[in-house]
């Protein structure tokens, strides 16, 4: 069904319906292989349909379907909400009077500062808003108002630069990761649920989302050794392995507290575990081991894990193979930490000294 541009009574208001019903296409479009909460997901679905009374109800409920498993949806929200804000406070009287000017004025001043990735986010979100509003408005005539919004005149974005080296840990503060790993206090109930999780990511180098999509018979032990059957972007199963000894005590008093649910992670009340939550772990532990970094996610386990793989054994399709990278080039980043290699660059000008 289609609505004209200006369909509710005031802008705000008008500009808040466009905003819910493009936001229900998108958690009705994006990938849901994540989504294990089908009741909950469907609660929310609902709530789009009978219609939000503010930009924070929009966005809790965005927020919610991430933590049902919908990957995706926070770079669309977070745009859209500072937008709203913008846009609500400037007092138009109609969605016509929005222009390609007002959103590049709005993308200048709410981008300053960010990366180019986040900028490109926002940059996407704002297009394909207007986009969707573009088709989905229909006048009594049959006509349709047009934004026709490029951005092609967005100049906040920077020239190529590349491929940026990935944050990681060195061997040094990877010992006082490990440490802190065992010594930062949790809830009991958490602690070894916790320290099972960041471990396995550490050692085994998988995504935070195929750590927590793993299910119980996904995981064997053999030869001393736990084989975890993973299920990786675009669906693509491969295979990660770790030593038993390094979590077979935190497994183990795990397992006896577990709610009865098919994940091996999940919270107390058998819910699969959230991105957040992870990110709060991780930032308890490096707290405590008096680590700092630019990126301080749990995805620069990752790429330590990359890293020293690369370091030790100098063959990029074992990289590629344990990251589940579909690219080889992907993998090529990690070879930026060859040193010896490099140590022969400096003996170039020794002929001359």
Known sequence: MRYPIDFLSTFDKTLLFWMERFVKLKLT??????VKD???FNAIIQSLNKGVKSIEELKNLSKEARQCGLIGINTYINPLEKLYKQLSALGFASMKEIDEETIIDFL?????GLSDATKKNYRMAILS?????????EDDEGKSY?????LKNFAGLGGSRGQKLPIYMHDEEI?????AIDETPFKEYAQAKNRLLIKLILYTGMRVSEALDIQTKDMVQEDGYFIFRISGKGNKQRIAMIKSAYVQKELNEWLEHKPNTPLLFCSRT?????????????DKILL?????????????????????????????????????????????????FDKERLKAATSVMDDFN
Do not use: C, W
């Not at 479009?29 to 994540?34: A, E």
């Open 29 to 34: 479009t994006l990938s849901n292989r994540n």
């Open 38 to 40: 089908k009741e909950a």
């Open 108 to 112: 200048a001043t709410y981008t300053s």
């Open 129 to 137: 808003l207007f986009n969707y509003i573009d088709k989905e408005n």
């Open 146 to 150: 047009n934004y026709r919004i490029e």
């Open 175 to 179: 010992q006082r990761f490990l440490a």
């Open 270 to 282: 058998a819910k699969r575990l959230t991105q957040p939550y992870v990110s709060y772990i991780m």
């Open 288 to 336: 405590y081991a008096g680590i700092r970094k630019e990126k301080n996610g749990a995805h620069m386990l990752r790429h330590t894990f990359a890293t020293r793989l690369y370091q030790k054994n100098h063959d990029l399709i074992l990289v590629q193979e344990a990251l589940g990278h579909a690219d080889l080039n992907t993998s090529r980043i990690y070879t930026h």
